[in-house]
């Protein structure tokens, strides 16, 4: 057996360590998580690998351990298991499993945004677990104040599970004792199918509504297709969008009708948002996703696209992969850059010839980029940048960027909770980063990212900006054919 870390061996085997990642989690290289960002590994699969894309495997810098003789305690083999709160009458301490691995070292205090507010910061977080003190723990309010954007976990030399100790200790507490609006809309999800209950007609006269003046403005025969039995994709809805900004709807629908798309969306459980991923409702997100795989069934599609929140895509893969993994094998899920992507580069859709006269920058949302590289071996980092650049004739980065990227402060349902004064002051290193791009427009993929620039982090700090979503700067620069029409059921 080898032990290996993985951003070493990307580095001295020449390739991204996203692809150790993948051979990782697809099966292809067996491994097993230790602490340490440590992997234990079966040499002799790892050369096969290595010879099978050309690799050379022997000049590699690496430590060897007998698999009979690994000095891994108890603990540490049980480490990669989830992180679960053990109620005191079952032990004498708090039991987190994996945290007692941590340094003190303070790497995650150092470089989380809201470290010393209340006077508490990511390792007082795991220094409590360790040593019991889970009722202070559960009754405190920072771990709601936490956005959950994982720099913590990115710095950790020892790869503790710090996102995954605050959602147990939100998951810990009793729900009526919930902060702000949260738990109240997971509510109202597992009784009507989405966060704002928003009745089913309603949706549907919002929806037909919408289109209507879709048809009348750009888009000639426009209907929304609900319902629709046998389309290619099948697409979830934002509640916030039909409640308070119906006409971010048209973005989508005018991309969909100039690629001649085959989409639907159902009229019922039509929401992608899982507010109880955010509350540690894991009950809630199982109902949640369950709906949405029996929508896939129900309407016999192929394709799933979950136009991103800020967590639906993270939230919804998850569960799949947790609860649903057999059904999930019978359609695709994709993202909105999977997407997108695939329309520009087929043609399937034509963007003005000339780029929008403007310096734009783009702010790299938590869960598609840095967490979803951790669950998925995969970030949405490359794809939003290449379509920034054929929509606007100037591009500049902020630093650091991509899985490296600021939070903006409004993540982990920090949106819907009652601390506006912590998510600006969270959203600080997000503004100064801004305006030290000199862009004129900040482009983002997540609803609440764009909310945070737009609404809180302008004012806050005053900056002289423009916010995008993605999919609104794509619609803005399309050019509908003069015969484009609505997509077919094939």
């Known amino acids: 057996m080898i032990v290996v870390q993985i951003g070493r061996l990307a580095e001295q085997l020449g390739v991204h360590r996203n692809t150790i ?24 699969e790892f050369i096969k690998l290595c010879h ?15 698999a009979a003789s690994s000095p891994l305690s108890e603990a540490e083999e ?42 508490w910061d990511p390792r007082k977080v795991v220094r409590m677990a360790v040593l019991g003190l889970e009722e202070d723990l559960v009754a405190a309010s920072w771990p709601w ?64 509504a919408v289109a209507q003046e879709l048809a009348e403005e750009e888009c000639p025969g ?8 046998g389309a290619r994709l099948l697409v979830t809805v934002n509640s916030k969008e039909p409640f308070a900004e119906p006409r971010g ?11 001649g798309e085959s989409w639907t969306i159902p009229t019922e459980n039509w929401d992608g948002v899982q507010w109880g991923a955010y509350t540690g409702d894991d009950e809630a997100v199982r109902l949640g996703v369950g709906r949405i795989v029996e929508a896939m069934h129900r309407l016999q599609v192929e394709e799933l696209l979950l136009p991103e929140c800020g967590h639906a895509y993270y939230a919804v893969r998850m569960a799949l992969n947790r609860w649903y993994a057999e059904e999930s094998r019978r359609f695709r899920v994709l993202t909105l850059f999977d997407l997108l992507k695939d329309y520009i580069d087929k043609g399937r859709i034509q963007l003005r010839a000339q780029p929008f006269p403007v310096t734009a920058t783009y702010h790299d949302p938590c869960h598609v980029t840095r967490k979803s590289a951790k669950a998925f071996g995969k970030a949405y980092d490359k794809e939003a940048r290449e379509i920034v650049r054929r929509c606007c004739a100037e591009f500049v980065e902020m630093v650091p960027n991509r899985e490296d990227a600021y939070c903006c402060g ?3 349902g920090l949106a819907a909770l009652p601390f506006h004064e912590e998510r600006v002051f969270h959203g600080r290193h997000k503004a100064h980063q801004i305006r030290r791009t000199g862009a004129a427009l900040v482009v983002t993929s997540c609803h609440n990212c764009r909310d945070q620039i737009l609404k809180s982090l302008r004012k806050e700090y005053d900056l002289s900006v423009e916010v995008k979503l993605l999919w609104e700067l794509v619609a803005e620069a399309l050019i509908v054919p003069p015969n484009a029409r609505q997509g077919e059921i094939i």
């Open 21 to 44: 990642r993948n051979w990782i989690r697809s099966g292809r290289l067996p491994a097993r998580r230790v602490p340490g960002k440590r992997y234990l590994v079966d040499e002799e």
């Open 52 to 66: 099978a894309y050309g690799l050379d495997a022997s000049a590699l810098q690496i430590r060897r351990v007998s």
């Open 78 to 119: 049980n480490w990669d298991a989830e992180t679960v709160l053990i109620p005191r009458s079952q032990g004498p301490r708090l039991l987190v499993q994996g945290v007692s691995v941590c340094l003190t070292c303070g790497s995650c205090a150092g470089v989380c945004p809201i470290a010393g507010v209340d006077d």
């Open 145 to 208: 104040k936490c956005t959950l954007c994982a720099k913590c976990e990115q710095a950790c030399p020892m790869g503790v599970d710090i996102t995954g100790l605050i959602m147990a200790v939100r998951a810990a507490r009793e729900r009526d004792k919930v902060p702000g609006a949260l738990h109240k809309g997971v509510v109202t999800m597992m009784e009507t199918g989405n966060n704002l209950g928003i009745p089913r007609e309603d949706f549907v006269a919002c929806c037909e």
């Open 222 to 229: 426009f209907q929304v297709p609900l319902d629709v039995k």
């Open 249 to 259: 709807m048209k973005h989508w629908w005018k991309i969909f009708y100039a690629a």
């Open 410 to 412: 409004a993540g982990g």
